[in-house]
């Protein structure tokens, strides 16, 4: 065994080992709880996960693998965003932006809905401490805007 392989392989044991709980989600077939949210295993995204009330994750996705752990905890960030903002402002401003948005690969995480469901889940991604602000500020100024049930920004309106 090559030496780069043996170090994978202790990495891949050690990332298992202190994401248990995590793991324990992964081996679910179905259906399980993590942190007092139902997850539940849909197909059909194309590979996605989302959280709306409940973690919808891939079936894809594997115990053990890195990326599957920090996608059921960024997932459980975002049901934090929900309990935070309510479901009306979480649509508007988490998850509408989210599904509509084209940017792929690492800086994915990097937009400001996404990077604090990885902060409240508990992801490190090594993001900038400028991102993570503009996160925080995205965060903080979504859960003061007025919404109508639309999603339409009403705040200008209230005169608050
Ligand atoms: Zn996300």
Do not use: C
Not at 37 to 63: D, Q, T
Not at 66 to 78: F, L
Not at 98 to 121: F, H, K, N, R
Request: proline residues 3%; without cysteine.
């Amino acid at each position: 065994m090559l030496k780069q392989e043996k170090l994978q392989l202790v990495a891949k044991k050690s990332y298992t080992h202190n994401h248990e709980e995590e793991n324990r989600v992964l081996q679910a077939r179905y259906v399980s709880l993590y942190k007092g949210k139902p997850v539940i295993r849909i197909a059909g995204l194309g590979g996605r996960s989302f959280s709306l009330y409940g973690l919808f994750i891939s079936p894809e996705l594997e115990p053990g693998d890195r990326k599957a752990i920090d996608t059921v905890k960024h997932e459980y960030g975002h049901a934090v965003q929900l309990e935070q903002l309510g479901i009306i402002r979480y649509l508007r401003h988490i998850a509408l932006p989210s599904m509509s948005s084209t940017v792929q690969g690492a800086s994915y995480y990097e937009q400001p809905w996404e990077i604090t469901a990885d902060l409240l889940g508990g992801v490190d991604r090594g993001h900038s401490d400028a991102a993570l602000n503009a996160g925080k500020d995205y965060l903080a100024s979504a859960k003061r805007k007025s919404t109508d049930i639309f999603g339409t920004d009403v705040s200008g309106s209230t005169g608050t």
